[in-house]
């Protein structure tokens, strides 16, 4: 089955802790993006990623890192510096375009303690 | 700056009812709109891609429409049933990477 996934589905994390959230794809797309989704607000767009040992920056980057250093995952780092980091985290990838489709994965709900 | 509303935020039906959900966008430069659902705690699963030379898209009882000009797209439902209760996001590509999202419509369609 080609798909998307990530892991885990829920993470808490203390005040302070960096947490890594994991996005792997095998539908062999090379774009790949992470979005921030909080209650009553449209999905907010982190980091992406065209191919392969790229990623740009999206409209809320500010205390989050990406790496992609294989084609099919593009793993999350919500750092301490992130003040607010309480949400839920989607992984999407696309085709190479970035006006192609969106496949997502399931999500992952982190919440700090 | 483009931004992207969808309005009501949250809708309930009685089961066999047809239903209009709308989208408006404030740049009317798009390259496509694209709609999606989202069961609750889920990720997103795409429903309709219209192009920007499209005016419609059509899979089995969804259609939505797009007018660029007045910066508006609608998802109609027809003879909408239980399982069609979820949250509707509108989502806009202008080119690029980026796509701008609306908050969504919550519908929900009574038994």
């Known amino acids: 089955d080609g798909g998307i996934t990530q892991s885990p589905k829920y993470l808490f994390r203390k005040e302070g802790q960096n947490v890594t959230l994991s996005c792997e794809q095998n539908?062999?797309?090379?774009?790949m993006y992470w979005y921030r989704q909080d209650p009553g607000q449209g999905l907010r767009l982190i980091y992406y990623?065209?191919?392969?040992?790229?990623?740009q920056k999206g409209d809320i980057a500010e205390g989050y890192s990406v790496s992609r250093e294989k084609k099919e995952s593009f793993p999350l780092t919500v750092t301490s510096a992130q003040k607010n980091p309480t949400a839920f985290y989607l992984c999407?990838?696309?085709?190479?375009?970035?006006?192609?489709?969106?496949?997502f994965g399931p999500g992952t709900r982190l919440t700090v303690l | 700056k483009q931004e992207v509303t969808q309005i009501p935020a949250a809708l309930s039906v009685p089961e066999g009812e047809n239903l209009v959900l709308n989208c408006s966008f404030t740049d009317s430069a798009i390259y496509n709109l694209q709609w999606f659902r989202q069961d609750p705690g889920k990720g997103l699963t795409s429903l309709l891609l219209?192009?920007?030379?499209?005016r419609e898209q059509t899979s089995g009882r969804l259609n939505a429409s797009l007018d660029k000009s007045s910066g508006r797209s609608t998802l109609y439902i027809a003879a909408s049933q239980p399982g069609d209760s979820t949250t509707y996001l509108c989502?806009?590509?202008?080119?690029?990477?980026?796509?701008?999202f609306g908050a969504g419509t919550r519908l929900f369609v009574k038994a």
């Open positions: 989502a806009v590509h202008t080119g690029g990477f980026k796509t701008i």
């Open positions: 999407a990838s696309s085709m190479g375009k970035g006006t192609d489709t969106q496949y």
């Open positions: 539908l062999n797309h090379d774009a």
């Open positions: 990623s065209q191919i392969v040992n790229d990623f």
């Open positions: 219209i192009q920007s030379s499209q």
